[in-house]
């Protein structure tokens, strides 16, 4: 078997786990896609895959910009400090070793929302800025997924031109 179909598949293997990384976070997403992208252009070489490679590393690196600058200005808009995040981080730990499939989700909404409780010391403003925290990563998620579903795209455009000119 030629090694560039070799490299082709393991690429395309990585950058499904790419796409799943975005959707749960212990995962890599989007920098798995762009360094997959990478490799795989300097692998095979070719104009195509450089083409295919660099758009879909852009498409990858706007849509993790675009997640992580949409995120931050939702917690600096609410307030929200570095400390109610890190509690959210550690109920995203124990939620996932407790409930699996959800667990990560849920323990990140109730140790956000439990420090945003302690930290306000009500619960009503604690509930309105843990709900719009959560929004925000929502959709920053959605996005991220969009972009390195799109960098797929191209990388998949990449390889019919590449191997349909070899």
Do not use: N
Request: aromatic share 8%; proline share 2%.
């Amino acid at each position: 078997m030629d090694l560039q179909i070799v490299y082709t598949i393991i690429a395309g293997l990585l950058l499904v786990v790419a796409a799943l990384g975005t959707i749960f976070p212990v995962l890599p997403g989007s920098l798995l896609a762009i360094g997959t992208l990478l490799a795989w252009g300097w692998l095979l070489g070719s104009a195509a895959s450089w083409w295919a490679a660099a758009l879909g590393m852009m498409l990858a690196l706007l849509g993790f910009s675009a997640s992580a600058v949409l995120t931050g200005r939702k917690l600096k808009e609410h307030s929200i400090p570095t400390g109610s995040v890190l509690i959210a981080l550690i109920g995203a730990i124990a939620g996932a070793f407790l409930i699996p499939v959800v667990g990560l989700f849920l323990g990140f909404a109730v140790g956000l929302f439990l420090g945003e409780a302690v930290r306000r010391r009500e619960t009503s403003g604690a509930l309105e800025s843990s709900w719009a925290a959560l929004k925000a990563m929502g959709l920053g998620i959605v996005i991220e997924l969009g972009c390195v579903l799109l960098a797929a795209s191209v990388w998949v455009v990449g390889v019919v031109v590449h191997f349909s000119t070899r």
